[in-house]
């Protein structure tokens, strides 16, 4: 397996954030990467008490909202258009899960906007200045009524400003092939699942994907990294089969969810060093 812990550093904004669920500051600093400052809270660790990695993922995407809303196209502004943001693929490394009441250092950046999808980056670093995790995510906007994807160059051509000449930390996300499954679930899609976008929240997915797992997997200590791939909108009311196989020697784990017996809506893989 490729060897992906490393830093790669970029100039940090003297503006920074305190988060533990909501910000105390939030000031965007264009051209640079932003900064968010995190706290492990007991509700995000599990009886080891470290965090859990839905929590870890959930800081993630929860910095990827508020950068973008103190840049200017957070959902707030584009949903006056009937557009939002969605997650298309995500990858993330994480070297260790942090102890409870951590205070780590999260830092995010866009580095290229594409017709369809912009990049954002992310780093996780300890007090101590010792990075620990890494993510590399895609989005999308869609158009609200349709549910299809929008052509993004226009927020590329508003927004350019806010693309930091800073490479991804990590590779991006991998391409996850179609997966035949050795056990399956079934899980019908209620209200605590469903987001802003009335589909799926990305951290339910995870949260439901890491509780089919061995528990000696969830919680081991050892370096992940998790790619994650999202083809289709899972809506309230479906019915959503989560398949999967594991395999002893790596480990690893993959996953493919799908909406009422249809095609692939989300696939997932999940590998350890």
């Given at each position: 397996?490729?060897?992906?812990?490393?830093?790669?550093?970029?100039e940090?904004?003297?503006?920074?954030?305190?988060?533990?669920n909501?910000?105390?500051?939030?000031?965007?600093?264009?051209?640079?990467?932003?900064?968010?400052?995190f706290r492990?809270?007991?509700?995000?660790?599990?009886?080891?008490?470290?965090?859990?990695?839905?929590s870890l993922?959930?800081?993630?995407?929860?910095?990827?909202g508020l950068?973008?809303?103190?840049?200017?196209?957070?959902?707030?502004a584009?949903n006056?258009?009937?557009r939002s943001?969605?997650?298309?693929?995500m990858?993330?490394?994480?070297?260790r899960?942090?102890?409870?009441?951590?205070?780590?250092?999260?830092l995010t950046?866009?580095?290229?906007?594409?017709?369809?999808?912009s990049?954002?980056?992310?780093?996780?670093?300890?007090?101590?200045?010792?990075?620990?995790?890494?993510?590399?995510?895609?989005?999308?906007m869609?158009?609200?009524s349709?549910?299809?994807?929008?052509?993004?160059?226009?927020?590329?051509?508003e927004?350019a400003?806010a693309?930091?000449?800073v490479?991804?930390?990590?590779?991006?996300?991998?391409?996850?092939?179609?997966?035949e499954?050795?056990?399956s679930?079934a899980?019908?899609?209620?209200y605590?699942?469903i987001?802003?976008?009335?589909?799926?929240?990305?951290?339910r997915?995870?949260e439901?994907?890491?509780?089919?797992?061995?528990?000696?997997w969830?919680t081991?200590?050892?370096?992940?990294?998790i790619?994650?791939?999202?083809?289709?909108e899972?809506?309230?009311?479906?019915?959503?089969?989560?398949?999967?196989r594991?395999?002893?020697?790596?480990?690893?784990?993959?996953?493919?969810?799908?909406?009422?017996?249809g095609?692939?809506a989300?696939?997932?893989s999940?590998?350890?060093?």
């Amino acid at each position: 397996m490729r060897n992906f812990f490393r830093f790669r550093g970029g100039e940090v904004g003297e503006k920074s954030y305190l988060c533990s669920n909501v910000p105390i500051q939030s000031l965007p600093i264009m051209a640079q990467q932003s900064r968010f400052d995190f706290r492990i809270d007991p509700q995000q660790v599990d009886f080891t008490l470290r965090a859990t990695l839905p929590s870890l993922l959930s800081a993630i995407l929860n910095a990827a909202g508020l950068d973008a809303h103190n840049r200017g196209f957070g959902v707030d502004a584009i949903n006056a258009g009937n557009r939002s943001w969605v997650l298309s693929r995500m990858a993330v490394e994480i070297d260790r899960r942090p102890e409870q009441y951590t205070d780590y250092r999260l830092l995010t950046w866009i580095s290229d906007y594409g017709r369809v999808l912009s990049t954002r980056n992310f780093t996780l670093t300890d007090a101590a200045g010792t990075e620990f995790g890494r993510a590399v995510t895609q989005w999308a906007m869609i158009d609200l009524s349709t549910r299809s994807a929008v052509d993004l160059s226009w927020v590329g051509r508003e927004h350019a400003d806010a693309v930091v000449a800073v490479e991804p930390p990590a590779e991006r996300p991998r391409k996850i092939r179609a997966v035949e499954p050795e056990r399956s679930v079934a899980h019908r899609v209620v209200y605590s699942d469903i987001d802003f976008n009335r589909h799926v929240n990305t951290i339910r997915y995870v949260e439901t994907m890491v509780d089919c797992l061995p528990v000696e997997w969830a919680t081991s200590e050892r370096p992940v990294r998790i790619d994650i791939h999202f083809l289709r909108e899972c809506r309230y009311g479906q019915t959503l089969t989560i398949g999967w196989r594991l395999c002893e020697e790596e480990p690893s784990a993959l996953f493919e969810i799908a909406a009422d017996d249809g095609p692939a809506a989300v696939r997932a893989s999940f590998c350890w060093k």
